[in-house]
């Protein structure tokens, strides 16, 4: 069962390749995008999709950071906040530490 979802996988990500590479070579063509102030660029079209991709992958990532160092923080508060109570539970009932569940 595991060869066979190893080979599913291989196939999936080979036909994904070559999707993109097909459409790579359809898209050879050039093209300009224009900015402001009279600024452009020439490209072939597969790479300004790419950098357009990139840059979209690029901001949603920098969007998330915030967030995430958010949760990181309250998630280290909360396990610091769980070992003292630990601790204390342990010193009143002056018996030895309590281990934490399995898997945590």
Same mark, same amino acid.
Do not use: C, Y
């Given at each position: 069962?595991?060869?066979?979802?190893?080979? +599913?996988?291989?196939?999936?990500?080979?036909?994904?390749? +070559?999707?993109?590479?097909? $459409?790579?070579?359809?898209?050879?063509g050039? &093209?300009? &995008?224009?900015?402001?102030?009279?600024?452009?660029?020439?490209?072939?079209? &597969?790479?300004? &999709?790419?950098? %357009? $991709?990139?840059?979209?992958?690029?901001i949603?990532?920098?969007?998330?950071v915030?967030?995430?160092?958010?949760?990181?923080? %309250?998630?280290?508060? %909360?396990?610091?906040?769980?070992?003292?109570?630990? %601790?204390?539970?342990?010193?009143?009932?002056?018996?030895?530490?309590?281990?934490?569940?399995?898997?945590l």
């Amino acid at each position: 069962m595991k060869q066979i979802a190893w080979l +599913f996988k291989w196939l999936l990500k080979a036909a994904i390749f +070559f999707t993109l590479f097909a $459409f790579a070579l359809n898209n050879q063509g050039d &093209v300009t &995008v224009h900015f402001f102030f009279g600024t452009r660029w020439t490209a072939p079209m &597969v790479l300004v &999709v790419l950098s %357009a $991709f990139a840059a979209g992958l690029l901001i949603g990532v920098l969007g998330m950071v915030p967030r995430w160092w958010r949760h990181r923080k %309250a998630a280290r508060r %909360a396990r610091s906040d769980a070992d003292s109570a630990r %601790a204390t539970l342990a010193a009143e009932t002056n018996a030895s530490p309590i281990a934490p569940p399995h898997g945590l």
